[in-house]
């Protein structure tokens, strides 16, 4: 397993952009801070994270002492992606005693394995992934703030996070499951072929997935039966498959967390005012609402897919009668009527 993580560590790092030859390598410039913390976290991309000559990872989770009580608990936004992540994170991030992180700014490749090892119950020690948070809740503290984190990919930690941390917070954000599965497929995840010898076995590393996020953010089921089932859905069947089986799986720790510390949000519905009916569950102070509506007219987290979004009258019947069988049980517990395929 060892090796196997130090080499797609590895193709990780070659597939991406490299510095080009007569550019020195940059490293992001701490800004002025009254705390003792080296890092500007709000002011760096993944992109500063992958090359072994700017090791932010180093600074962000290296020895750190954790000795500032928080203001107040950590909240966690999860959920099964793709639902406007970027845009709570964004809204949060207004808050002037909030340190709010989007996934995409801590470490998603880290992320992306502990979500894949955890999406197939592997026996992984969580020490890693619990400590990376400590180091930012630590922080936010630092600066007189307290931690706000928008991450599908710690849709499958809300116990080791509870556990980790007290009267942690936790708001489960879903979109209309026909939009979510559209955008989930124009980002190909099951568009390639799947190959597997023995589905008994949790499959292997697909060498036709582009990234290791990729693959790890885009499973098939275990065990022959139902694997046989999956492989013949379209690929909006597929997606819709994961799209459940994330819920499901998320749900089943959510449900477990006492009320007065979690909520289920809609993202369609998220306005104002219920955007701060959420002082309720944690503190923070929030934006003025011409910078809330600002950001609702025009939301961030729009590009990425690599392919159009597909309209569900445009879906074929399969794909429509999948989706169905798939989504509706957990479509209706979230209050989304779904339209007949």
């Known amino acids: ?52 000559e700017n090791p932010v990872h180093e600074i962000m989770f290296g020895d750190l002492e954790i000795k500032t009580p928080p203001p107040s608990p950590p909240a966690f936004m999860i959920g099964p992606g793709r639902s406007g992540s970027h845009f709570l994170q964004a809204v949060m991030a207004g808050s002037d005693n909030l340190l709010a992180l989007h996934f995409d700014q801590i470490y998603p490749f880290a992320d992306s394995f502990t979500h894949y090892s955890k999406f197939h119950s592997l026996p992984l020690d969580i020490g890693g992934f619990v400590w990376s948070r400590r180091c930012l809740v630590e922080r936010a503290a630092l600066k007189g703030k307290s931690y706000f984190e928008a991450s599908p990919l710690s849709s499958l930690m809300i116990e080791d996070l509870d556990r980790s941390f007290d009267k942690a917070v936790f708001i489960f954000l879903v979109r209309d499951p026909v939009n979510t599965v559209a955008s989930m497929v124009a980002r190909h995840n099951y568009r390639r072929r799947f190959a597997v010898d023995n589905p008994d076995l949790i499959s292997g590393y697909q060498y036709n997935t582009p990234r290791p996020a990729t693959y790890f953010g885009s499973q098939g089921p275990r065990g022959k039966e139902e ?34 510390r979690k909520r289920i949000i809609r993202i369609e519905d998220f306005d104002y005012e219920q955007y701060l009916r959420l002082t309720e569950l944690f503190a923070f102070k929030p934006i003025p609402k011409p910078d809330f509506d600002g950001l609702r007219v025009d939301p961030p987290g729009k590009t990425g897919n690599t392919r159009p979004l597909v309209d569900y009258e445009d879906w074929s019947i399969d794909a429509r009668r999948e989706f169905q069988e798939e989504t509706s049980e957990l479509a209706e517990r979230f209050g989304y009527q779904l339209t007949k395929p």
């Open 1 to 52: 397993m060892r090796t196997l993580l130090r080499w797609i560590d590895r193709m990780r790092q070659l597939s991406w952009p490299k510095t080009p030859p007569n550019q020195q390598p940059t490293t992001p410039s701490p800004a002025p801070m009254e705390s003792d913390d080296p890092l500007d976290l709000t002011s760096f991309r993944p992109s500063q994270i992958v090359d072994d």
């Open 227 to 260: 694997f046989e089932r999956w492989v013949r859905l379209t690929e909006i069947g597929k997606t819709s498959w994961y799209w459940r089986t994330v819920c499901e799986k998320a749900l089943e720790q959510f449900d477990r967390i006492a009320d007065g």
